[in-house]
């Protein structure tokens, strides 16, 4: 959407003209009181109405969700490829702690009572710049097809600030592949192949000129070496100890999040299939270095056998003993043991690290990152110490 745009540029956040300030205070745009807040939701077309929605507790709605993310929530530009996310997915993304009822935003066609559009959003507390601020985090979201020309977009954020600014919360986070205002900061993506040959079938990868798919498949393998001697999945019991790993690794990024116990719990305790995390213990049992990662199932809609794939994307970690590329080295040949074909990191955190020597390939795939009714400076990708799902 073209940044000229009078919706877009009319909204309380970054414009571009802010990028050239070099007097720009960190902070609100605006500052604002929920008695000021409407109580009433924004005007939809007549054939539609807000849905009231309880994706936590009410697996009729959590349903309804998945199968319209199933159908419309599509990654890839050409259609071959779909995100196959689970319900259990959903409610790990959906439901963390501190998550808001009415903050899962829906509406649906008043004639059918079919859900048409979804969008969520979960609380997040963060440092940026030095500042704690409470805000909001938009996670995933669709519309369908045939209600797309109907420009539902704007409607549905004025409709996602008004109710976070009923819970006194005055900031959200957002990403997208596309121009709206300034972006504060960008994520961009890298992939790297653990099953080189089913990513070749599916058309993900290409064997390079003058190269075999033997030689490919030989050079992109993840050693039995590679393995961790004592890395072990984390448990509840882990928790305070990988809470504190990572609260001490990320307070050196510009923009970081924070944790608490309960959170480390929702977000990295292993589930099934969903979220794995792995830590490695000193020599006196305390633990030195943890790892995670995150599963997303893919549907193949163009190929004649291969029906699905599944792509870890690198999440959290901490390093204070083993080294970082060994560490995800480590990690990776976890993946394969899952049977995962693929590993994607953005270069945020300290990934570029790794990236390179690890085989990681540049995706030419930018999510720009921006903050609704908040000034910053630009922030570089290798300052961000935050994971955006």
Request: include cysteine; charged fraction near 25%.
């Amino acid at each position: 959407m073209c940044i000229r745009d009078r919706y877009w540029g009319s909204q309380l956040a970054m414009q571009f003209d802010d990028l050239d300030n070099e007097d720009l205070v960190t902070g609100p745009v605006k500052q604002m009181e929920i008695k000021d807040v409407k109580t009433t939701p924004c005007p939809l077309p007549e054939d539609l109405e807000w849905a009231d929605l309880d994706i936590k507790n009410n697996e009729k709605n959590l349903q309804e969700v998945y199968e319209l993310l199933r159908d419309y929530y599509i990654e890839d530009y050409d259609s071959g490829f779909r995100m196959k996310l689970s319900i259990g997915y959903l409610r790990w993304v959906f439901t963390p702690p501190g998550s808001h009822k009415d903050w899962a935003v829906g509406a649906r066609s008043k004639e059918t009572k079919e859900l048409i559009l979804f969008a969520n959003i979960v609380p997040t507390k963060v440092s940026i710049a030095g500042k704690v601020v409470d805000m909001a985090e938009a996670s995933l979201g669709a519309i369908n097809t045939k209600y797309r020309s109907k420009r539902l977009s704007p409607m549905v954020l004025t409709e996602i600030i008004r109710r976070i600014n009923l819970k006194g919360v005055w900031q959200f986070f957002m990403s997208t592949d596309k121009i709206t205002f300034a972006p504060f900061s960008e994520d961009w993506f890298y992939r790297r192949e653990l099953d080189f040959k089913i990513m070749v079938d599916v058309g993900l990868s290409k064997v390079p000129e003058g190269s075999t798919l033997e030689k490919e498949i030989e050079l992109t393998r993840i050693p039995e070496s590679a393995n961790i001697p004592g890395m072990r999945e984390m448990t509840k019991e882990d928790v305070p100890q990988v809470h504190a790993l990572l609260a001490n690794y990320v307070k050196k990024f510009t923009l970081h999040q924070i944790f608490t116990d309960e959170l480390i719990e929702h977000i990295l305790l292993p589930r099934e299939d969903i979220v794995y995390t792995y830590v490695v213990p000193g020599a006196d049992g305390k633990l030195t270095d943890f790892v995670s990662f995150y599963i997303v199932p893919y549907s193949v809609l163009k190929h004649e056998t291969i029906k699905e794939f599944k792509t870890g994307y690198m999440f959290y970690y901490a390093a204070t003993k083993t080294p970082l590329r060994n560490l995800i080295d480590g990690a990776m040949y976890q993946m394969t043991k899952l049977g995962l074909v693929s590993v994607i990191a953005s270069n945020g955190m300290d990934n570029m690290q790794f990236i390179k020597d690890s085989r990681f390939k540049w995706l030419n795939d930018c999510q720009n990152i921006y903050i609704y009714n908040y000034l910053i400076k630009f922030i570089p990708s290798h300052e961000l110490g935050i994971n955006f799902i």
